[in-house]
Structure formats: structure tokens, C-alpha cells
T-cell receptor, first 116, second 110 residues
Framework: DSGVTQTPKHLITATGQRVTLRCSPR?????VYWYQQSLDQGLQFLIQ???????AKGNILERFSAQQFPDLHSELNLSSLELGDSALYFC???????????????FGAGTRLSVL | DAKTTQPPSMDCAEGRAANLPCNHS???????VYWYRQIHSQGPQYIIH???NNETNEMASLIITEDRKSSTLILPHATLRDTAVYYC???????????FGAGTQVVVTP
């Protein structure tokens, strides 16, 4: 158990719909990362939040957005869903203390999204 | 971050050592080598990391060549539970995304 909790585990929805994926990081971790894993693209970084602020962005679509709340949990919102958004979505957390050499990210079990 | 090259797949017999190579010829002086693995659609799991010295922990050993252009992850006694995709990632230390490539699919056979 990594200590990172993602809900729901599975999500089935229709094209055009909007969904919210939730992530609770490990206790004390300040950074949350979101990754997407599809069959043809592999694991792709989407976005990072650090202590409530957006830190870095990857190839995240404009239809997708995320936020990190004061209690450090994070939500990934996916809207106007398309068939190609079907994928595994992973959240990871890390401590990310300034000056610390380690960049160990702890991953949740993922949310499997199926868009029909 | 430097690009890495790994073989797409390798087999290993249970109980034997598995040696997983990774090339990272463009690595910079301040970049670390990290290894993660992903067991069939589970979340990736951290294994080990290093800068220039060899490292060992309870899961594996990491051997980095003197010129740092390549490294080898060693699973000393592979078990069936070690069947997974292994990712070699080069990144700077404290911050930032992990850039996953295609990794090496390791199959441990009885």
C-alpha cells in the first residue's frame, strides 16, 4: 500500500460527459502529480500541484483541469469526454522538500475510465 | 531530462539474477537515475535511484558506469512477483514530473 488513495477505481461514462477523479496523497506529502496511461501513449505526465499551487503542466488537454485543496487532496476534472480519453489515470504524491535530492513519487492504484 | 534506452523485453528464470540495462548517454552531471516498475496496470512503484555511486536496497542493486552513460538494475533473486514493466528514468533531484518511456517488460518464469 503506497498510502495514496484514488477514487473511484472504475468509472464508465458516455461521450460528452464530465467526471471528477479524486486523489488523497500520503500524509505529509505536499506535491500531487497526475498521469494518464493509455494503450498507445504509455504513461504521460499531465499536471503537478504543490501545496495548493499549480507547479508544472504536461500535455494536458484544455478540457481537463485539476486543483489541489487546502487539505492537499486533489481532483482531476475531465469534461466533454471523448472515446480517446479512455485510460488509466494515476495520481502520485511526493514530499518535494527544497534541497532534498530525492524525487520519489508514490502512486495510487489508479482510476480506470471507460468512455462509451 | 536525458533520454533513456531500454530493451523492450527480457525473460528471467525464477531464483536467478535479472540484470536490466539502461542507456542514458546524454545524462547531465546533476541528473539522477531512477528505476520504477509497474506490475500489470497497478500504479508504478519506486525501486531505487542513484547519482554516480552504486546503490543497494532491499529490492535491488543499481550499478552506474563510471562515465554515467549507462546503468544496470539487478534483481538478485527474481521471483514470479517481479514480473512487471521496469522503467529507467533520468531526472533532476527534488522536483518534477517523471518521464516514462516504454520500459522493459520482464517475465520471470518458473
Amino acid at each position: 500500500d503506497s498510502g495514496v488513495t484514488q477514487t473511484p477505481k472504475h468509472l464508465i461514462t458516455a461521450t460528452g460527459q464530465r467526471v471528477t477523479l479524486r486523489c488523497s496523497p500520503r500524509s505529509g506529502d505536499l506535491s500531487v502529480y497526475w498521469y494518464q496511461q493509455s494503450l498507445d501513449q504509455g504513461l504521460q505526465f499531465l499536471i503537478q500541484y504543490y501545496n495548493g499551487e499549480e507547479r508544472a503542466k504536461g500535455n494536458i488537454l484544455e478540457r481537463f483541469s485539476a486543483q489541489q485543496f487546502p487539505d492537499l487532496h486533489s481532483e482531476l476534472n475531465l469534461s466533454s469526454l471523448e472515446l480517446g480519453d479512455s485510460a488509466l489515470y494515476f495520481c502520485a504524491s511526493s514530499l518535494d522538500v527544497a534541497g532534498e535530492e530525492k524525487n520519489i513519487q508514490y502512486f495510487g492504484a489508479g482510476t480506470r475510465l471507460s468512455v462509451l | 531530462d536525458a533520454k533513456t534506452t531500454q530493451p523492450p523485453s527480457m525473460d528471467c528464470a525464477e531464483g536467478r539474477a535479472a540484470n536490466l540495462p539502461c542507456n542514458h548517454s546524454t545524462i547531465s552531471g546533476n541528473e539522477y537515475v531512477y528505476w520504477y516498475r509497474q506490475i500489470h496496470s497497478q500504479g508504478p512503484q519506486y525501486i531505487i535511484h542513484g547519482l554516480k555511486n552504486n546503490e543497494t536496497n532491499e529490492m535491488a542493486s543499481l550499478i552506474i558506469t563510471e562515465d554515467r552513460k549507462s546503468s544496470t538494475l539487478i534483481l538478485p533473486h527474481a521471483t514470479l512477483r517481479d514480473t512487471a514493466v521496469y522503467y529507467c528514468i533520468v531526472t533532476r533531484g527534488s522536483w518534477g514530473k517523471l518521464q516514462f518511456g516504454a520500459g522493459t517488460q520482464v517475465v520471470v518464469t518458473p
